[in-house]
């Protein structure tokens, strides 16, 4: 957290255990939104949790957790810095779209050539053309309203 997070500048929300539940999508349609259907948000909702941390505290999640928040209102900022470590033999099937020089790059343990394969079915996001994911979300938000 670069900056405090509080419920007045819309903290991070989260669904416990829900990373182990079922995948869901982020599409209207054939459309990428970068939003779950309202029905299934409003069902989550019931069960989150606020993140709630001083800047400088740390906030580590399964990348599948149902996360989000409420726009920041307040006058304060809500900065945060986001970075993803996965499984050495967990390798992207998508490119990402805001590469680093740090991708790939092994923090504990040993590279592999061998992927870990599990029985699943994912839906790709649609690659954001600029920017990042919370561009694609904003735009949604906009054609919405």
């Known amino acids: 957290m670069l900056d405090d997070m509080t419920p007045e500048n819309g903290c991070l ?15 209207d349609g ?3 939104t970068g939003f779950i259907d309202p029905g299934e948000e409003r069902s989550l909702r019931e069960h989150e949790e606020p993140i709630l941390g001083r800047a400088g505290n740390v906030c580590l999640m399964h990348t599948r957790l149902a996360h989000g928040s ?8 809500r900065g945060l810095y986001i970075c993803v470590y996965s499984a050495a033999d967990a390798f992207p099937i998508a490119r990402n ?10 923090v504990r343990g ?5 992927a870990r394969l599990a ?8 690659q954001p053309r600029r920017a990042s994911f919370f561009t694609v979300q904003e735009e949604a938000s906009e054609e919405a309203s």
């Open 13 to 27: 929300m989260v669904v416990p255990g829900s990373h182990r539940g079922p995948m869901y999508s982020l599409f």
């Open 30 to 32: 054939e459309r990428f």
């Open 70 to 77: 409420e726009p920041n209102r307040s006058a304060s900022p």
């Open 97 to 106: 779209p805001m590469p680093s020089r740090n991708e790939g790059m092994v």
């Open 110 to 114: 040993r590279s592999t050539r061998r």
């Open 119 to 126: 029985e699943a079915v994912v839906e790709l996001p649609e």
